[in-house]
C-alpha cells in the first residue's frame, strides 16, 4: 500500500471531490470559477468526479502512482484558476497565498508521483524541485498569518490560553520556519512532520468544530477538505524526506 502520508492526501482529496459533487459546485473561493461561465455546473461536477476518482485510485497500489499524477494535474488546474486574480491584483496576499495552497497540493502530488513506481527511480530532478515550490508555499502562508493577524485570531477558539493573536503570530511564526527548512534542506524532515501536525491540530481545534457547528455550511465543508488535503501534503513532503533504509551487506537480516 502507499505510504500513510499519501492516503491522507488521497483522503483529502476525495473530501474536497464529495463536497463538490454533493452542492454541484466548486470549491468556493479555492476553486475560483466565476459564475455565469457556460456549463459551469457540469464542468463543476466532472472537476469533483476526477478529484474523487484521483483519490480512490492514489489510495490502492496498483494505480498509487496514476492517481498521484492525476492529482498533481488537478490541482495545477486549480492554481491556474487563481493566476487571472494574482495578475490583476499582485500587491494582495491573500490572492498568493489561495494560488500557493493549491501550488502545494500539486507539488506535493508530484512528490507523491516521483516516490513511486518507475518514477522513484534516481535520477529524477523534480522532487527536489516540488519540495522547494512546497516549502515557498508554505512561506506564503506564514506572511498571511502576519498579514491578516485579526482575521486568523478570529478563528482560533477562545479557551486556548494567551491571546488570539499570539496564536495568529505562533503558528505564522512555525509556517515560516517550516517553508524555511524544506527550502533550505536544513532539518527538512522534522519540520514537515511538526507542520503536518501543527496541519492536523488547526483540523481539530479550528475546523472540524466549525463543521459540528453548522454541518450544512458549503464552505465549513470545503475548508475541512482543504484542511486534510495540505495536512497529507505536509505528511507527503514528510515521508519523502526519510532516509532510505540501509542496504544489508551480508545479505543476512
Known sequence: MPGFGIRVYALGAIALGLVGLAWDDFALVWQPVQQGIPARALLAWLFAAALTAGGIATVWRSTAEWGSAALAILFSVAVLLHVPRVIHHPQVLSAWSGLAEQLALAAAGLIAY????????????????????????VLVFGAAHFAYLEETADMVPRWLPAAP?????????????????????????????????????????????????????????????????????????????????????????
Open 165 to 253: 493573536t499570539f496564536w495568529s503570530a505562533a503558528t505564522g511564526a512555525a509556517h515560516l520556519a517550516a517553508g524555511a527548512a524544506v527550502v533550505t534542506g536544513v532539518q527538512a524532515r522534522l519540520a514537515a512532520i511538526l507542520l503536518t501536525l501543527m496541519c492536523a491540530l488547526f483540523g481539530v481545534l479550528v475546523h472540524a468544530p466549525l463543521l459540528l457547528a453548522d454541518p450544512h455550511s458549503h464552505l465549513n465543508w470545503v475548508m475541512n477538505g482543504m484542511n486534510l488535503s495540505l495536512t497529507g501534503a505536509a505528511w507527503v513532503v514528510a515521508d519523502s524526506l526519510a532516509p532510505a533504509p540501509a542496504a544489508h551487506a551480508s545479505g543476512r537480516p
Open 114 to 137: 516521483a516516490s513511486q513506481g518507475e518514477a522513484a527511480a534516481p535520477g529524477h530532478a523534480y522532487p527536489r524541485s516540488a519540495l522547494v515550490v512546497f516549502g515557498l508555499c
